[in-house]
């Protein structure tokens, strides 16, 4: 099991919005555990808290839009595809302004700043949302297609293609989130010039020039055309014959593919938990990318918590042998089969339910399913386990129940059914007693869930 992240200290960047034009200062100060990344606007009457989540995506031209009521910030995606590829799960981001700096227009100074004041780990467990089947999704009438694979990591391959001379076909990849700072944090964002007067016509761009954009001349214009657009960037002049990058040298040969790769990460991170997965992105933007973490977030909703990964090639932490060490419980009592994971917090259970248990010859014989009362005693026992491995000498004590809460069933568990527990200490062990919360899973769905606080004793 891996432990939440926060920042070690805060820090504080400056520069130029890419879209107002505005000189921006922006702080990212650690957070407490489960607090997750959240943007505050300091520079209004009444600070505003935006959660950095997809459900508040409501604009993706030229950058992605956080908005809560009538108080947005824009272009977040690089600033928090930074956060995700440190591994960083709570921060707060106070700016006095209704976007982010656009700096050189990539990640690298957040990077910098993120090595140079370090990362704490935390108490609380890092809750990932694991990909567990493929999933698709197209944007309609375009040939943007973004596609999540099973896997035990985190990886992004992206292909971007363009009717230009210059820019046709790239592909980008990422294998590892230890490489981004590496082989993704410097590529820049581009732009087309032939882009630009529109952009400047919707109100966007008021701060781009050279420093913070790759420009992309590919169509020729008249010196006239180009002449007027370069004034109204208050850029240098340029010789509209000379097809090419304007600003010069490439960071990467690929750097475009490699932004776009870049913005996926930080678009997806929108979806509150790190991703196990393989990320495959044909045609990348930020509105195809925020729609899949939008239905992502949807589907997070529906269930509080991801079910445990569970293979069951990998050999337990606990068998059944150092399981009847740790607790009293015998035939037909004994409800929990193997642990395959624990910490000092977290632990996880496992029961295959056969059509032998007892409990089915009454419950019921006709069809059997197993009572919701065991599931929450089979919960109990994996929290026994929990607390027992503390202590010394550990078959001179039990644990007990003394109270159950907030009890739910959401669906029957029947034979051949293997029930995945997981359960959590809330508080510390204060006087022999601890509160609990204790999940059961089938299938990677949750089918009970129970809230208990359970009393060590020892044994007279």
Not at 19 to 44: C, M, Q, S, W, Y
Not at 84 to 103: K, M, S, T, W
Not at 185 to 196: G, L, N
Not at 249 to 275: F, Q, T, W
Request: with cysteine; glycine share 6%.
């Amino acid at each position: 099991m891996t432990r939440q992240q926060t920042l070690k200290e805060s820090f504080t960047l400056e520069g130029k919005g890419l879209h107002t034009g505005l000189d921006i200062v922006i702080t990212f100060l650690p957070a407490p555990e489960n607090h997750g990344i959240k943007l505050k606007r300091i520079d209004l009457q009444e600070p505003v808290i935006i959660e950095a989540l997809a459900e508040n995506v409501t604009h993706t031209v030229r950058g992605t839009v956080l908005q809560k009521g009538d108080v947005q910030v824009s272009t977040v995606e690089h600033a928090l595809a930074a956060l995700y590829a440190f591994g960083i799960d709570n921060c707060l981001i106070e700016v006095n302004a209704p976007e982010f700096p656009i700096l050189d227009g990539s990640a690298h100074f957040y990077v910098e700043k993120i090595k140079e004041v370090g990362i704490v780990e935390q108490k609380a467990e890092k809750d990932y949302y694991v990909v567990r089947k493929k999933i698709e999704y197209a944007l309609p009438d375009s040939n943007s297609r973004i596609t999540l694979l099973p896997d035990d990591t985190f990886s992004v391959d992206v292909h971007i293609g363009f009717d230009s001379a210059v820019l046709s076909n790239q592909y980008a990849s990422l294998d590892s989130l230890d490489k981004f700072a590496d082989e993704i944090a410097s590529a820049r964002t581009f732009v087309f010039v032939h882009e630009i007067e529109p952009l400047l016509s919707m109100n966007l761009i008021k701060g781009g020039d050279l420093k913070n954009a790759l420009v992309i001349y590919d169509k020729e214009l008249s010196q006239e055309t180009m002449d007027r657009l370069t004034d109204k960037l208050h850029q240098p002049r340029i010789d509209a014959t000379k097809l090419g990058y304007i600003n010069g040298e490439l960071n990467y040969p690929n750097e475009p593919a490699r932004h776009k790769l870049l913005d996926v990460i930080g678009d997806l991170s929108l979806i509150g938990k790190p991703l196990k997965a393989k990320v495959i992105v044909q045609y990348p933007g930020h509105k195809i990318n925020t729609d899949l973490a939008k239905i992502i977030r949807k589907e997070i909703k529906k269930q509080e918590v991801s079910a445990p990964i569970y293979d069951d090639a990998v050999p337990p932490v606990f068998d059944i042998n150092a399981i009847r060490k740790l607790l009293p419980h015998r035939w037909p009592f004994l409800l929990v089969d193997k642990i395959i994971d624990i910490n000092d917090r977290v632990i996880v259970g496992v029961k295959n339910v056969s059509g032998n248990e007892t409990f089915f010859m009454g419950h019921f014989p006709s069809e059997p399913v197993m009572p919701g009362v065991l599931l929450v005693e089979a919960m109990a026992q994996t929290a026994g386990i929990l607390v027992l491995n503390k202590v010394e000498e550990p078959e001179k004590y039990s644990t007990y129940f003394m109270k159950i809460d907030n009890v739910k069933f959401r669906q029957k568990v029947v034979p051949g059914d293997t029930v995945i527990f997981r359960v959590e200490m809330i508080d510390e062990i204060r006087h022999g007693c601890t509160d609990m919360k204790g999940y059961a899973f089938v299938g990677g769905k949750i089918v009970a869930e129970a809230q208990f606080m359970a009393q060590i004793i020892k044994n007279k």
